[in-house]
């Protein structure tokens, strides 16, 4: 790989974790506040994790600038990355085990969500933007040799597995009534989370090798 190609993944890699990063900051934003409105716990968890995902984004970037930079070596770069892949295991992991005992909780008491017509459009919109990311960061990531950018576009493919979930949580509430299917849907984004957590503080055995 030449120097001149590698300058362009990485480039190419700070644009889609830009992207990341702005687009998740929208849609938490969007998705909490329609949460609360409604009193949807799957949509919520679905905020809080994009903010997640924006975290995993700046410590992504962070990571290509410094490299971009010449500012790491390899040894560097590989204590940069182990630190951002358990960083972002550990806050999925608070976040999994916050929206499981929610949901549970919502179940148990019978909370009903009303409608909420901003998550069903953000959710939908979700899964076309979540998509393309993650296949465009498994591409660049595979090129540079990057375990972290790998695990991250794992942890988009997960962010669309939610929007996913979150949408028939939000569609079957809307157009059947049935309000249970919003805490449902809650617990299968926390066992998903829960799951991308444990993948993630694992993902340094897991992955595939760096490049040179």
Same mark, same amino acid.
């Given at each position: 790989?030449?120097?001149?190609?590698?300058?362009?993944?990485?480039?190419?890699?700070?644009?889609?974790?830009?992207?990341?990063?702005?687009?998740?900051?929208?849609?938490?934003?969007?998705?909490?506040?329609?949460?609360?409105?409604?009193?949807? !716990?799957?949509?919520?968890?679905?905020?809080?994790?994009?903010?997640?995902?924006?975290?995993?984004?700046?410590?992504?970037?962070?990571?290509?600038?410094?490299?971009?930079?010449?500012?790491?070596?390899?040894?560097?770069?590989?204590?940069?990355?182990?630190?951002?892949?358990?960083?972002?295991?550990?806050?999925?992991?608070?976040?999994?085990?916050?929206?499981? !005992?929610?949901? !549970? /909780?919502?179940?148990?008491?019978?909370?009903?969500?009303? !409608?909420?017509?901003?998550?069903?459009?953000?959710?939908?919109?979700?899964?076309?933007?979540?998509?393309?990311?993650?296949?465009?960061?498994?591409?660049?990531?595979?090129?540079?040799?990057?375990?972290?950018?790998?695990?991250?576009?794992?942890?988009?493919?997960?962010?669309? /597995?939610?929007?996913?979930?979150?949408?028939?949580?939000?569609?079957?509430?809307?157009?059947?009534?049935? /309000? /249970?299917?919003?805490?449902?849907?809650?617990?299968?984004?926390?066992?998903?989370?829960?799951?991308?957590?444990?993948?993630?503080?694992?993902?340094?055995?897991?992955?595939?090798?760096?490049?040179?």
């Amino acid at each position: 790989m030449t120097t001149l190609t590698r300058d362009r993944l990485l480039a190419r890699g700070l644009r889609l974790e830009y992207l990341t990063v702005g687009w998740n900051v929208v849609e938490g934003l969007l998705s909490i506040g329609a949460a609360l409105a409604a009193g949807s !716990v799957a949509l919520l968890g679905f905020g809080v994790d994009s903010f997640v995902e924006s975290v995993s984004g700046l410590v992504l970037i962070r990571r290509l600038r410094a490299e971009q930079r010449g500012e790491l070596d390899q040894e560097a770069v590989e204590r940069v990355e182990h630190r951002a892949e358990r960083l972002v295991a550990i806050s999925l992991l608070l976040l999994g085990a916050y929206i499981l !005992v929610d949901a !549970v /909780w919502a179940l148990a008491i019978g909370d009903r969500p009303s !409608v909420s017509p901003v998550g069903i459009v953000v959710t939908t919109l979700s899964l076309g933007v979540m998509g393309f990311l993650a296949r465009a960061k498994r591409t660049t990531g595979e090129a540079l040799g990057s375990r972290a950018l790998i695990i991250d576009a794992f942890q988009t493919t997960t962010c669309l /597995w939610l929007s996913a979930t979150t949408l028939l949580g939000l569609a079957a509430n809307a157009m059947l009534g049935w /309000w /249970w299917a919003d805490p449902v849907a809650a617990v299968a984004i926390a066992l998903l989370v829960l799951r991308e957590a444990i993948e993630g503080w694992r993902g340094e055995d897991d992955a595939p090798a760096a490049a040179g």
